[in-house]
């Protein structure tokens, strides 16, 4: 005997099937983690070292696993919207930190970062629309919230699917604009002042930072070296020298300065100036002279110090 669905006064509507609604809450949960474990990585591999930046990817690691797995195990709309919140709210960090920077960090455009941010706007477009949908239902499909008697369900979810499609769009459309200014290592090292200003006479010259003589280019950025680098090559390359762009030449000692200058040639065939035989590079972090966001920085690979002067 079959058992046929009802919609009279007396009936409830059922879902077809108890798995209904699955596949998109499976989908949010993995791009959750996704980006959670994306995360993960960065704080080990050097974002932890970072002031108040390191305890946020923190935040998000955890909060992005706890969230993806209540959207795995509990049917609710509300928690596919936080999950959705959520997610929108991450890419909107990272943007504020590509664009003008946070907590003394500023963030560059790397593969990590794209990626994440793709994943990001995924997953607020997926766990949106569940939330907006009427199989998101928080009392696992029974009709109780019904639609008004004069709103179709059908142009309802369309509605609230274009809503999502728009804000996932322009979400995506301010990640292209934010990063796109970002550019490279290179465009960032020339539109921000930092490396790749070695116009001829440029001097070094010298700072008082927490009671240390350290060593600064012409700007009065403070210069940084290395600990993995040797005196004969860098090793900082690629998103690295995002980061810390290199300091190009040619330099002059500047008043004050009694160090040896000198320089080597980087992987990619450009020269980088030294300084008693430590490659020189500044930090997009310091946004102006007298900032030494960089120093003790344990990151890309190694400790990052301030240059004293001899």
Known sequence: MSTQLRNGP??????????????????????????????????????????????????????????????????????????????????????LTVQFGLFGFREVRTTAGI??????????AVLASYAATESGRPDGGHAR?????????????????????????????LMSGALAGAGSSTAVSQSSGYGAQGTAGSALRTARIGGVTVLTNAQGR???????????KSVCNGSCAAYWPPVRGPLSAGRGVTGRLG?????????????????????????????????????????????PVS
């Open 10 to 95: 007396g009936s409830r509507l059922m879902a077809t099937s108890p798995l209904a609604g699955m596949l998109p809450r499976i989908a949010g949960t993995g791009l959750l983690w996704a980006t959670a474990a994306v995360h993960l990585d960065l704080y080990l591999t050097g974002y932890r070292t970072i002031p108040t930046i390191g305890w946020l990817f923190l935040l998000q690691v955890v909060a992005g696993f706890v969230l993806g797995g209540l959207v795995l195990v509990w049917r609710s709309r509300l928690v596919a919207a936080a999950g959705a919140l959520f997610a929108l709210a991450t890419l909107g960090g990272y943007l």
């Open 115 to 124: 990626v994440a941010g793709i994943i990001e706007v995924a997953a607020f």
């Open 263 to 307: 320089t080597i040639r980087r992987a990619d065939g450009s020269i980088q100036e030294t300084y008693d035989g430590h490659p020189l590079y500044t930090y997009v972090g310091d946004s102006g002279p007298g900032q030494a966001h960089g120093n003790k920085l344990d990151i890309n690979g190694g400790y990052w110090h301030v240059v």
């Open 145 to 173: 919230n019904r639609m008004p008697l004069n709103v179709s369900p059908r142009l309802s979810r369309m509605q609230a699917g274009l809503g999502v499609a728009a804000v996932s769009l322009v979400a995506f459309g």
């Open 222 to 232: 403070t210069l940084y070296s290395f600990a993995p680098d040797t005196p004969t």
